[in-house]
T-cell receptor
Framework: AQSVAQPEDQVNVAEGNPLTVKCTYS??????LFWYVQYPNRGLQFLLK??????LVKGSYGFEAEFNKSQTSFHLKKPSALVSDSALYFC?????????????FGKGTRLSVIA | EPEVTQTPSHQVTQMGQEVILRCVPI?????FYWYRQILGQKVEFLVS????????KSEIFDDQFSVERPDGSNFTLKIRSTKLEDSAMYFC????????????FGPGTRLTVT
């Protein structure tokens, strides 16, 4: 069964500094990987996904993520953090070989960008 | 930009009562999902729906739960007899197609069972 680990409950970064939110996964075969962001009292918003191809994926709001198969990781990155990036970030995985499988989410990482 | 909508935004009900949570997925999407998020915990899958039938469900989705697409636009989640532990944020999602396609989430319905 697929699973996702987000090892950090909280990440604090100063505005303007680069940020990284970590994610590792476990799935048989090649995974489909997603990042979502959740702002207070809002639903989850899709940021980016990795399906196949280039390991570096670019998404919304200047975020990017790098798929690393050997380390089974899909860390979310941004070169220069904004205060408005402060939110809850979820990594999710999907097994492409198992029919209409749902997204399996990590527990989330709260990002706090300090001015 | 099209979006998934959900009503109501907040539902308070007494234990044992039936509730129906409503969702309007994005119009050209074919796959529909319900997830829930208990306060402070991770988002958990409940059920997926395609071609007017359940395609997958989790162990959370027991006989107290049901889903329906009563017309061409709405997608509902019914809880027949609510329990205190059903209190959570319930998210509806839809995707254009399966697997590789991202799911778009609604803003959620906060269900409070007292």
């Amino acid at each position: 069964a697929q699973s996702v680990a987000q090892p950090e409950d909280q990440v604090n970064v100063a505005e303007g500094n680069p940020l990284t939110v970590k994610c590792t996964y476990s799935v048989s075969g090649n995974p489909y990987l997603f990042w979502y962001v959740q702002y207070p009292n809002r639903g989850l918003q899709f940021l980016l996904k990795y399906i196949t191809g280039d390991n570096l994926v670019k998404g919304s709001y200047g975020f990017e993520a790098e798929f690393n198969k050997s380390q089974t990781s899909f860390h979310l990155k941004k070169p220069s953090a904004l205060v408005s990036d402060s939110a809850l970030y979820f990594c999710a995985v999907r097994d492409p070989n198992s029919g209409n499988t749902p997204l399996v989410f990590g527990k989330g990482t709260r990002l706090s960008v300090i001015a | 930009e099209p979006e998934v909508t959900q009503t109501p935004s907040h539902q308070v009900t007494q234990m044992g009562q039936e509730v129906i949570l409503r969702c309007v997925p994005i119009s050209n999407h074919l796959y529909f999902y319900w997830y829930r998020q208990i306060l402070g915990q991770k988002v958990e899958f409940l059920v997926s729906f395609y071609n007017n039938e359940i395609s997958e469900k989790s162990e959370i989705f027991d006989d107290q739960f049901s889903v329906e697409r009563p017309d061409g636009s709405n997608f509902t989640l019914k809880i027949r007899s609510t329990k205190l532990e059903d209190s959570a944020m319930y998210f509806c999602a839809s995707s254009e197609r399966d697997r590789a396609y991202e799911q778009y989430f609604g803003p959620g319905t906060r269900l409070t069972v007292t």
